[in-house]
Structures are given as C-alpha cells and as structure tokens.
C-alpha cells in the first residue's frame, strides 16, 4: 500500500524544493493537492515520479518540477482571477485553485472536461470552474484575466487569448519544441505586450496549438 502523504512531502522535498522553488504558496499547494487522484487507476503508483505522466491518448500530467517553477513565475495572488488552458484532469486546476481567487479552466477534449469537474468536485474547491470549450480561443466571456496559464507547451500563443489579459496581467506559456522550449513570460500594461524568456523547460505538448505544416515549393 502507497503511502501518498510521504509521497506528495518528498515530491515537494526532492522534487520542488531542489530546483528553486522557494514560494511559500506554491509549496504549500503542492503538498495539499492530492496529485494520485487525478491520475487514472493504472498508473497512481507512479503519481509522484519526477515526469509527465499520461492521462489521456495524447495528453498529460506536467512534470512536477517544471510545473512549480511555472506557478512560481505566474506569482499568483489570492486577488487574482485565473484562466487555465488545457484543464486536462483538473490537477493544475486545483493548484491555481489554492494559489488564485478564481480559476475558469477551459478544456477542448469533453471527456477530460468531464473528469477535471468530476474530480475538483470531491476535493473541497469552490472557486474552480472547469468549462468545455475551443482551448485557442481561450474564455472571452469572463475576461480579463490577471493571469493565463497554459498546462503545456505551444508553438505559439494566440492573440485572441493574449487580448483577455487584464492590464498587469501575466501569461505564463512554454513556447517552443523540446529541450529548446522556453518558460515565456508576458505581461501587459497600459495595452502593451513585453515578453521574456526565463528558463528551458521541455514539456509535452497541447496538441491544438500545433502550428499546421507550411508547404515549402
């Protein structure tokens, strides 16, 4: 029998603590979020492994290191309102959850969908709604958003979802193929868009963000 409280502390002890995450907030929702819970029933042994684990034909549970040094970028706030694209099960939802005000967590796949609200449901979080709908055209109807948070990475990030940021909103999104990938930060104030990179981070892909194939004559 797992014990997964010792494993969700050494997660955070090895895993999190060792690559420079030192917020507080961020540490502490690692260690409240049942992360086995969000995993299907075949794979919970590896639920703490340092590694994307897969929840979905194509889709993922981030890497937990990448994914703490991520949430530690966004610098979250309980003041902030959060959008989520790619809810996937409703892990990283239930993180933003502890970390945010409001999280709206939208979901392309209905099934996925389905599970992350199913799921969020049983782990005592009021302030997370999980909507189906087209992950690229983000989810106008409640922006703006102080923070967007993609749980994956992309080849690009459209404007559509940039123009729901609040002014001294946030965008955090791995941009970028493999170990080239970067932790991209954007920020908008006073309608201007800046944008940094901070560190690698290879991640799998969110599959609708693809870019389609040019054809080259």
């Not at 994307?52 to 890497?63: H, S």
Request: aromatic letters at 6%.
């Amino acid at each position: 029998m797992i014990d997964f409280e010792a494993a969700r502390r050494k997660m955070v002890d090895n895993q999190i603590r060792t690559r420079d995450v030192t917020a507080h907030s961020v540490l502490q929702a690692f260690l409240s979020v049942p992360r086995e819970d969000f995993i299907p029933e075949k794979a919970r042994s590896l639920a703490y492994i340092d590694a994307d684990i897969e929840i979905a034909p194509g889709r993922y549970l981030m890497d937990p290191s990448p994914l703490a040094k991520l949430l530690q970028l966004a610098a979250i706030s309980k003041s902030d309102a959060v959008l989520e694209i790619g809810a996937g099960s409703g892990y990283i939802s239930a993180l933003l959850g502890h970390l945010a005000g409001s999280v709206v967590a939208v979901e392309s796949d209905e099934a996925l969908a389905a599970q992350a609200a199913q799921i969020l449901s049983t782990v005592d979080l009021g302030n997370v709604k999980v909507v189906q709908g087209n992950m690229e055209a983000g989810y106008a109807s409640q922006a703006p958003y102080d923070v967007i948070f993609f749980d994956g990475s992309v080849e690009e990030v459209p404007t559509a979802i940039i123009e729901q940021l609040n002014d001294g909103g946030r965008l955090i999104a791995v941009v970028g193929h493999g170990n080239a990938a970067q932790a991209t930060l954007m920020v908008r104030e006073q309608g201007l868009v800046s944008q940094s990179s901070h560190f690698n981070a290879s991640l799998k892909p969110l599959p609708v963000f693809r870019r389609a194939k040019e054809f080259v004559f």
